[in-house]
Structure formats: structure tokens, C-alpha cells
């Protein structure tokens, strides 16, 4: 019985695509009701959410709960073979780019962040909060440490329009060589949710990633971006030249 549900399921999610291909719909556009789409295609609304959750599950589509389902926007790429800022490189891509300061502040180094940055447990460094919009839609929230000594006077830069890298190279000329990261699966906390317009509980990528001046580490970032929205791309060669 549980084999016919999943195939009425899956010929009912078939039905639901025709109908956005057929209907021309856009990121964003409602999707009619469980009902009307049970009416439509003449099965149980049971069997419409199971195509439904599949729908979401795809990001084909998403849920607003207490307004009905909408299509989902393409996810943005992001090529990890690129060293650049947040604002020069999807700036470059085409991108409209801004940033919301959450909070920026001086503290002492915690275990974790002593050790991402190589430096003395203690150690007073930045603690850079924002969340990072594309097209004015909340992209990802971004937590940078960066340790005071390589930057002293940090505090007095706006970085809600100016950029955290751009300052780093041109104002105190740290030369900027690798990042390197490392990239795991999270579920949003309800603040992240909050800050990026998401479900709670929702997948997300996050992204712990070091900055280095030649051999020294100069930032320390944690990012988080929505799974539904985000996707990385990166090309691979043999090394043979």
C-alpha cells in the first residue's frame, strides 16, 4: 500500500511541476491551496503534502506558514576558488551587496578562538557581527574575530559600507595570501532563523574559514548561509600540466 502512496506521490509532485512550467510561475509566486490542488488532480490532500514535502525537500518550493507555498528562488553559487570580499566578489558577479551590523566589539580570546587564530588564550581580538544581504535578501550572517595587535583602532571603521578586507589591505597593509575552510551541515538557530528570514530549524551550511597574512592567521570567521538559498562550486584538475 505504502508503494502505491509514494508513486501517486511522486506522479502528484510530476503534476505540481507541469503546473508551475504551464502557469509560467516565478520565484516567489503562491502556489494554489492543498484543497484546489487535490480538487485539480483528484486525490487526497494527504497525497498533495507528501508531494509537497518532497517539493520543499528539493527546493522547488517553500512554506510560509499561514500564507501557503511559494516558489522557491534559484539558489546563488558561489565559487570557493575565488579570494575575494564578500562585496568584490559577488559585487563582481553582478550582485547588488550591503551589510547589517549586529555588533562589533572588543573582547578577550576564548579557547576556540585562540586556537582557530594561533594566538594567546586571553588575547584581545574583534568580534565582527553582520548579516550579509544579495538583492537586499538576507544571504548569510558572518561572525569575524580579528586580533587587535594586527589591527589596533579597528572600532572606528563603519563596517555596515565599508569593507572588513579592503580595510585590512589598504589601511593597516596586511597582504592577504589564503583563506582556508571548512564547510559542515548546521541546523539554524532560531536567532540565525530570525536574521535570515528561515524556518526554524531549517539546513544550513556553515562555514568556519581562516584568513592569512603570509604565514600568520589574521581573521578568524564563522559563516552560516541557508541551504535552500546557497550552493558551492568549485572545479577540480588533475595537476598535470
Not at 538576507?138 to 579597528?154: A, N
Request: aromatic share 10%; net charge negative.
Amino acid at each position: 500500500m505504502s508503494k502505491y502512496i509514494n508513486l501517486l506521490s511522486e506522479e502528484v509532485k510530476d503534476k505540481i511541476e507541469a503546473y508551475i512550467i504551464e502557469n509560467d510561475l516565478k520565484p516567489y509566486d503562491p502556489l494554489p491551496s492543498e484543497r484546489k490542488l487535490a480538487e485539480a488532480f483528484q486525490v487526497n490532500r494527504l497525497t498533495v503534502r507528501s508531494a509537497l514535502k518532497r517539493l520543499r525537500y528539493e527546493h522547488h518550493i517553500f512554506t510560509r506558514h499561514g500564507k501557503g507555498n511559494f516558489i522557491a528562488p534559484p539558489k546563488i553559487d558561489d565559487d570557493t576558488e575565488k579570494f575575494s570580499s564578500f562585496t568584490d566578489g559577488w559585487g563582481a558577479d553582478g550582485f547588488k551587496t550591503s551589510s547589517r551590523v549586529l555588533s562589533f566589539d572588543k573582547r578577550e580570546a576564548s579557547l576556540s578562538v585562540s586556537s582557530h587564530l594561533g594566538i594567546t588564550l586571553g588575547e584581545p581580538v574583534y568580534c565582527l557581527m553582520r548579516v550579509r544581504y544579495l538583492e537586499d535578501e538576507p544571504f548569510l550572517v558572518e561572525t569575524s574575530f580579528i586580533p587587535e595587535k594586527y589591527c589596533p583602532g579597528l572600532e572606528r571603521y563603519n563596517f555596515a559600507a565599508e569593507s572588513l578586507y579592503d580595510t585590512l589591505i589598504r589601511t593597516y597593509k596586511l597582504n592577504l595570501k589564503r583563506i582556508d575552510e571548512t564547510i559542515t551541515i548546521t541546523t539554524l538557530t532560531d536567532e540565525e532563523s530570525h536574521y535570515l528570514n528561515a524556518e526554524e530549524n531549517e539546513i544550513g551550511f556553515c562555514i568556519k574559514s581562516t584568513t592569512y597574512d603570509e604565514e600568520k592567521i589574521v581573521e578568524y570567521c564563522i559563516t552560516i548561509n541557508r541551504a535552500d538559498r546557497y550552493m558551492m562550486v568549485s572545479t577540480l584538475g588533475s595537476g598535470e600540466s
